[in-house]
Structures are given as C-alpha cells and as structure tokens.
C-alpha cells in the first residue's frame, strides 16, 4: 500500500505549520490550504475561519488537475501553478510534489510576484519535511482497529 | 485514495456516483443533501452545471460528515461525473483518487445499451488510472424504478452484476428518496470495512493516505 501522503509525526506537522506561518507573513498572505490528491484538505492555516476549506480545498484540486490536462493538450508535461485574479481576493495554487498542494489566498493588494516567490520557497521546504517523513517509514500502516464497525449499517440517517 | 489523520481524527473518503446520462446520479446527491441528518453544518452542494440545461460540465461535490465511530470523524466527499459520453476526459479527472464507486443505471428498457456502455467505459478510465475495478468497492443502483417501462431486476443483474464477485445492488426512485440512502449506507460501510482491513499495524502517525 503506498500512500502519496507520507505518514506525518506531530514534529512534522509542527514543522508544516511553522513553514505556512513564516509564509503568510512574508508574502502577506491571507490563508494557505494544504490539499492531497483527490482534493482531500490536510491542513488549514491562516484567517480561515469564514472560509468552506473543504470545498475550497476540492475545487481547487479538481481545477487544477483540469489544468494539467489542458496542458498535456498544449504539449506542455505539465503546469507547475495556476493563478486566478479575483477582485478582492486572489488565488494561487501551487504543486508541492506532484501529489500535493498548496492552495494559497490573498488579497489583491499583494503582489503576485511576492505570492509566486516566497511559495517557491516554501513547497521547497514542506516537500523536504515529505521526503524525510517517506524515508523514515514509507510502508508503515495504520491501526483502526479500535473502531466499531459492527453498527455501520446506519452511518447517514434519513431525516 | 483515502486520507487518515490520525492527529485530527479524521478520515476522508472519496466516493463517485458513476453512470450514463440521465440516469439520475445529481439527484441522489441533491436528495442526500436535503434528507441527511447531521449534527453541526451541512455541507454545500456545489454543482458545476451548464446554466440554461442544468446538465452537469465538470462534477457536482457534496461533502458529508457521518457520525463518528469510536471517537473518528469520517468525511465522505460525494462526487458525480457528467454521463454524457463527449466529457470522457472530465471523467477520468474526477475518478482520480476515488475510493468507492456508486453505479447509477437507468432502469429504463431503452437505457440498457447506455448502462452497459458506461460500465465499459468506467472499467476502462479506471485502468487509464492504473485501477481494477475487483479491487474498488462498488455498488449498483437500479435508478427510476417508478418509471412504466423498466426492465426486470434480473435482467438489469445479467447484465451489471454478471462477475465472479456479484455486488449489492439496489432499486432505487431518487426523485422520491428511495433507495438512495441504503445504497450510500452500503457503499460506506463497505469503504469503512475495507480501510479497517488495510490498516492494521499501530504507528504513530499524524496522517497517512491508505
């Protein structure tokens, strides 16, 4: 079973947040979601608050996986970001590893160039907290064992 | 490819209601998102429709938090595809990462040859993502069962459920809700079942994709 996530100790996901944070306030942005493949949110930082990071974090995946197929039709082998200007607020969105994103938004005031730059860096680090997090323990699973499955048949309930 | 995290207790779960066009799969998300009963905020539906037909372009998402089981939170993302047979590739977009399959068929005697097709052609976009459908959890619904001119549950199973493993299957009318939630009820508990006998060993983890 390989998962396209490694598996993250709480010292990686300190580090993670701690990387996000330096982030936000270098490029002066507001919020950055990290999003898995199959647009599953892993992690939130900055005003998300008034945000629904779940969707957020679902469209932009799914956008930006229509992006690389536009750009396998351009003979590109890919497109590494996709940036889209709002009129209040903008969003960028970044690969991290090919599997992995950050999903990055900002107010129109910030420089997109600042956004580009400082994501650079910071994909940079997170993906080097993903490749130690592989190479500590890329096969090891998980125990669920502790859930109850026997009462599974009714798991969405009918109003 | 579902997501635990262990740090937050969650696990994520992506499920897609596949079929042919017309068959009835925004629907059953329209009805679970008007019928579930949840305990905090009830997710948006999001549907990314054309605007003068309300057929589906790219996909319609609802995500969806289950009760808890054993102190986990378990969030389904509900996807469907557009069935029309030109949006091939958006298809293939939205199966990337699934984790469990609901196959909506047209119950209709003159759908038959579109189910069958849709079938195939869920079969293939599974391999073009290097997938095998026998290893995916997957459940049929037989959709419009209301209908005057449907075909008999057994023939619709000759022609779907016709493997060396048959699924469950369901008969469904989801305009009025039925059959809508024992298939998504069974569609999770088979998801849950298998992501439990995937992950055995303890680790300590914060999130690990399954």
């Keep these: 079973m390989t998962g396209t996530l490694p598996q ?35 992690s939130e930082h900055g005003n998300t608050k008034k945000l629904d990071t779940m969707s957020l974090g679902a469209l932009a995946s799914n956008s930006f996986e229509a992006n690389k197929a536009i750009a396998g039709l351009i003979g590109e082998p890919s497109f590494s970001s996709i940036y889209q200007a709002g009129e209040t607020f903008s969003m960028y969105v970044q690969s991290i590893d090919g599997y992995n994103l950050m999903v990055v938004i900002f107010p129109v005031t910030t420089a997109v160039g600042a956004i580009k730059y400082y994501a650079q860096a910071a994909r940079d680090e997170v993906a080097k907290v993903f490749n130690r997090a592989k190479k500590r323990d890329p096969d090891a699973g998980l125990d669920l064992a502790m859930m109850n499955m026997a009462d599974s048949s009714q798991i969405f309930r009918r109003k | 490819m579902a997501l635990i995290n262990q740090a937050s207790k969650e696990i994520q779960v992506k499920v897609v209601y596949y079929g042919p066009a017309l068959c009835g799969k925004t629907t059953n998300l329209v009805k679970v998102h ?9 997710g948006k539906l999001v549907s990314l429709a054309n605007q003068t037909s309300d057929r589906t372009l790219f996909f319609d998402f609802l995500p969806i938090e289950a009760m808890s089981i054993k102190g986990y939170k378990t969030k389904f993302q509900l996807y469907t595809v557009p069935g029309q047979v030109i949006y091939n590739t958006t298809r293939q977009l939205v199966l990337r990462g699934v984790d469990g399959i609901v196959f909506v068929a047209d119950s209709q005697y003159d759908k038959m040859s579109e189910n069958v097709e849709s079938f195939a052609n869920l079969e293939e976009n599974l391999r073009a993502l290097k997938l095998n459908i026998a290893d995916i959890p997957y459940v049929l619904q037989y959709n419009k069962r209301d209908l005057p001119n449907v075909a008999p549950v057994d023939y619709m199973e000759f022609l779907l459920n016709n493997r060396e493993v048959q699924v469950p299957s369901f008969e469904a009318a989801a305009p009025k809700c039925e059959g809508v939630f024992e298939t998504l009820n069974m569609i999770t508990r088979m998801l849950l079942h298998k992501l439990l006998s995937q992950t055995s060993s303890p680790k300590p983890a914060a999130a690990v994709a399954a």
Excluded at chain 1, 10 to 28: C, G, M, S, T, W
Excluded at chain 1, 31 to 42: D, I, M, P, R
Excluded at chain 2, 34 to 42: R, S, T, W, Y
């Design chain 2, 34 to 42: 008007e019928n579930v009963q949840v305990a905090g905020d009830k």
């Design chain 1, 8 to 42: 993250l100790i709480e010292e990686d996901v300190e580090e993670i947040e701690a990387i996000f944070a330096d982030f936000l306030n270098k490029a002066e942005a507001d919020s950055v979601l990290l999003t898995a493949e199959g647009g599953f949110l892993v």
